[in-house]
């Protein structure tokens, strides 16, 4: 059969992402991204402004270079044109005859249409021939202008063709038009004569119409004078002004020109004067043989427009589109974030009202009214009030579930719950400890009255009858209180105290209507509201001698004669002798401090008397823990001893009562430790009945132990309880003790217990507890029996000596001798008393088998295995077990059968 393996799931797997610590992952992540994305953004707008503005200037470049070559070819090809023009002059003798020279003009003019005009101009500054005069009408001479004339001066030295400044009239047809001349020297290097054209660039502009140009790019040729040559669009309004004079300092083109005044081509940025003035980018190329500059330039703000389009806009769109979902699903988690957060507070709260609060009525639990006891104990602190605590048990309740059915019973225990949040006040707590029982805390409480009032509504509350399955029901409930800061302990001390007043007014024999409360008081101990009348009746009774003692014997075993007395207290009330467990648990400090001190007075006065009278014998005293906690307990116990001298300290034996962690206090401790170092001798009582007597047993300073009488009291009808005996026999001779056995009834008790290795025997079957009057008699003539040897205690006893001895052969290796199973005591014993037992042929085999697996250890020790050995001998526990149990139910039947058989009439 295979098995389905189910790999498991990492934790992260299954974590929801927005618990911590993935929370502030996804906000790191988030952020972490958002920032990242904002710095690559910003290198990006970076690169890609530097990588466009490279590849612009490069543009630009190749712009200015484009309009720099036919510019050249231009001025070229007219370079070429005025030469052949004035080769033709020459030849013609154009200078001596006008009407020649305007023909050749003329035909010049319409071979070339980008001139305006062509001019002939002597060497003496007369106009020969020009196109743009009519025929007959008279020529300019320049020597009229002095202007023109110092620059016609310059001309007549110039080889080549020059180029002058723009013409500074209205523009030819909306084009720019300069003016270029060329002057023809003699062979002997003498100006024969100056050709000048008006030279529009209409080639320049039909080839920047074709130039896939940006919006706002201007185009224009500087001088090096720094005077405009040309400037595509044509500027408006300010022509005249930027044609009369050079740049203007300052501007972005002029200073790259200044700053580089060799290189070929260049590239700037920054305000230009020429047109309007604003932030452009451009570059220029200068032309070789002439002194021009091409220049080509954009605005600033077209160039980031541009910028923008090609490299900005759409990566933008992207990314705030991006952004713009990322920040939603951002939102989104946030918003799932928010909601889980409401959920699992939501989710925490129902765990926590589960976890705090009871499933059936809504009332605070035992964790529940854990969180807010403190709270509680620190308000009443702070406002220096009372807190009464108490535990409310409803009584007979079990009927009710059992009659009408557990869900009559549910509801009845929510209505219960329903009054008491009712009875009480808003400031009060109702909790429900687990079935019927309920916790109240009744808080800032000033006074007794206050309480008294509460109580009353409580119980009119609880008083009505219940509704179950439509029959009406009547019930009572048992409260116990404890005020604190009256009884001055912590939380789980006062709950605990709150239930001992509880089950003392549930257990209240004949208790009446008005009984149903019970306080506790750490000076009274569990008391009802009219247990304060015992007290006083108690301290009366000292005063008046209503209170005796009287004295049990203690007998020693080695001698059977009484060794010593036990003062008992007695209390005749009404007619009757009442006993210490009846009224001992009413009495507060004061009284029990009385009481302690009229037991020892009394007892140590009574001892005096006997040792007079040759008796030598020892008294024991019951001290209370609540005496022990006295600060001048052993100074009172030295003096009254002081009073009588015929008295040693060793005949003095203090028994501790083993009651909660008193004897572990350091005041106890000391008290005892004074009196044993001065000979008084110091017992611990009803040793057993506590687990907590094993434990304390070894540090306490103690000379004696009595084992508790309820160990004895039922070993005849249980005598499979015998080994606990042993144990505690053990025990007490392990620690160096005396040991006294309490309980002693029967004279199977007696023959038993010789058997042991006890010190004293007490009980019933020596005597009951005596007078005063009876006890020099009783003691002078008292002699221990034997006791009645036909009990299956003895035999038992000697059976487990021979099991306790197998076992410790097989664990030790120590030398032991076989029973056989006919010489065991008990097997007499069963087959004298068969008729008698039920089943005794199961206990006779159940016994055999014992043997069998001793005799087969004994043989096994010798040559077999350990693990065979530790086989054989959990057998043996398991059957001698199973054989006590069975012999202890066969002989409660027997006895049982045998008191039936006395009862019946003659």
């Not at 062979?187 to 074709?210: C, M, Q, W, Y």
């Not at 009584?395 to 579930?401: E, G, L, Y």
């Not at 005749?572 to 507060?588: A, D, K, M, T, Y």
């Amino acid at each position: 059969m295979s098995l389905k393996v189910i790999p498991k799931i990492p934790a992260f797997l299954t974590r929801p992402i927005t618990m911590p610590p993935y929370r502030w992952t996804i906000f790191l992540v988030f952020y972490g991204t958002f920032v990242g994305v904002l710095v690559f953004s910003g290198w990006y707008a970076w690169f890609s402004w530097h990588r466009y503005e490279q590849n612009s200037q490069y543009r630009l470049t190749l712009e200015s270079d484009m309009v720099a070559t036919v510019t050249q070819k231009l001025l070229d090809g007219h370079a070429s044109g005025l030469q052949f023009l004035g080769g033709q002059l020459q030849r013609a003798d154009a200078v001596q005859h006008p009407r020649r020279a305007r023909t050749l003009l003329l035909d010049y003019l319409k071979a070339t249409p980008d001139i305006a005009s062509a001019n002939l101009i002597a060497p003496s500054g007369q106009v020969i021939a020009s196109t743009a005069v009519p025929a007959g009408k008279p020529l300019p001479d320049f020597r009229n202008n002095p202007a023109i004339w110092q620059g016609f001066q310059k001309v007549l030295q110039t080889h080549g063709m020059r180029v002058y400044h723009p013409l500074r009239g209205p523009l030819v047809g909306d084009h720019w038009v300069i003016r270029l001349s060329r002057t023809v020297f003699s062979p002997t290097g003498k100006p024969l004569f100056v050709v000048a054209t008006p030279l529009r660039f209409n080639g320049i502009e039909d080839f920047l119409s074709h130039l896939p140009l940006r919006t706002g790019t201007a185009v224009g040729l500087i001088r090096s004078d720094f005077y405009i040559e040309g400037r595509w669009p044509v500027p408006q309004n300010k022509l005249s002004k930027m044609l009369a004079h050079p740049v203007p300092a300052g501007g972005a083109l002029l200073q790259a020109l200044q700053k580089d005044p060799h290189t070929h081509h260049g590239t700037y940025a920054g305000v230009v004067t020429v047109g309007a003035q604003a932030y452009r980018f451009g570059a220029f190329t200068r032309l070789s043989h002439y002194p021009l500059t091409a220049f080509v330039s954009v605005p600033r703000d077209q160039w980031l427009a541009a910028w923008w389009q090609r490299q900005i806009q759409y990566p933008l769109v992207f990314l705030l589109i991006a952004f713009g979902f990322s920040l939603t699903a951002y939102r989104r988690i946030l918003f799932l974030d928010r909601r889980w957060e409401l959920q699992r507070r939501a989710f925490e709260r129902t765990l926590t009202t589960q976890a705090t609060h009871d499933v059936l009525t809504g009332l605070p639990n035992r964790e529940g009214l854990r969180l807010v006891f403190d709270q509680a104990l620190a308000r009443t602190e702070r406002q220096e009030r009372l807190l009464a605590v108490g535990f409310l048990d409803l009584d007979a309740f079990k009927p009710v579930n059992d009659t009408y059915g557990h869900d009559a019973g549910d509801d009845l225990l929510k209505e219960i719950a329903r009054r008491l949040q009712d009875a009480v006040r808003r400031t009060d707590t109702v909790a429900r400890m687990g079935g019927d029982e309920f916790v109240l805390l009744l808080e800032g409480l000033r006074g007794m009255d206050e309480l008294d009032q509460i109580l009353a509504r409580l119980q009119a509350a609880i008083a009505q009858p219940f509704n179950a399955k439509g029959k009406m029901v009547s019930i009572q409930a048992s409260l116990g209180l404890t005020l604190y800061p009256f009884d001055e302990v912590d939380t789980d001390l006062l709950l605990r105290h709150a239930d001992q007043a509880m089950y003392a007014a549930k257990t209240r024999p004949g208790r009446t209507k008005e009984a149903w409360v019970q306080l506790y008081h750490p000076d009274l101990g569990a008391l009802t509201m009219g247990d304060e009348l015992l007290r006083q009746d108690f301290l009366r009774a000292l005063a008046s001698g209503a209170v005796t003692l009287r004295y049990q014997p203690l007998v020693a075993l080695t001698t059977g004669w009484v060794a010593g007395l036990e003062a008992l207290t007695r209390w005749h009330r009404e007619g009757q002798e009442v006993s210490p467990e009846r009224f001992l648990p009413s009495l507060g400090v004061r009284e029990r401090q009385a009481l302690g001190r009229f037991v020892l007075q009394t007892g140590l006065r009574q001892l005096a008397q006997w040792r007079d009278m040759g008796l030598d014998l020892f008294l024991s005293v019951n001290i209370t823990p609540e005496e022990l906690d006295q600060s001048g307990f052993a100074d009172m116990v030295f003096a009254i001893l002081a009073a009588y001298p015929s008295i040693p300290p060793a005949s003095l034996v203090l028994e501790v009562l083993e009651i909660g962690e008193i004897l572990e206090q350091g005041a106890a401790l000391e008290h005892l430790q004074r009196l044993r170092g001065a000979g008084v001798k110091i017992a611990l009582d009803d040793v057993g009945s506590a687990y907590a007597s094993l434990l304390r047993l070894k540090n306490l300073p103690i000379d004696e132990i009595k084992i508790d009488q309820g160990f004895i009291r039922e070993l005849s009808n249980k005598p499979q309880d015998l080994i606990f005996v042993e144990s505690l026999v053990s025990l007490g001779l392990g620690m160096g003790v005396l040991i006294t056995v309490e309980g002693v009834e029967t004279e199977a008790h007696i023959a038993l217990l010789r058997e042991m290795d006890v010190d004293y025997l007490q009980g019933y079957a020596i005597a009951r507890p005596l007078a005063a009057e009876a006890v020099a008699d009783f003691v002078r003539t008292f002699v221990l029996g034997a006791g009645d040897a036909d009990t299956p205690l003895l035999a038992l006893y000697q059976h487990l000596g021979w099991v306790h001895a197998a076992e410790e052969s097989a664990m030790h290796h120590g030398g032991y001798e076989h029973a056989e199973l006919a010489a065991c005591p008990i097997t007499t014993w069963l087959h004298a008393h068969a008729s008698e037992l039920p089943e005794v042929e199961t206990l006779l085999a159940e016994h055999e088998t014992v043997h069998i697996l001793g005799r087969e250890i004994f043989q096994v020790r010798q040559s077999g295995t350990r693990e065979e050995l530790h086989r054989l001998l959990g057998q043996l526990h398991g059957h001698s077990h199973r054989f006590q149990e069975g012999l202890g139910q066969a002989v409660k039947i027997m006895r049982e059968n045998a008191a039936a058989r006395t009862e019946l009439p003659s």
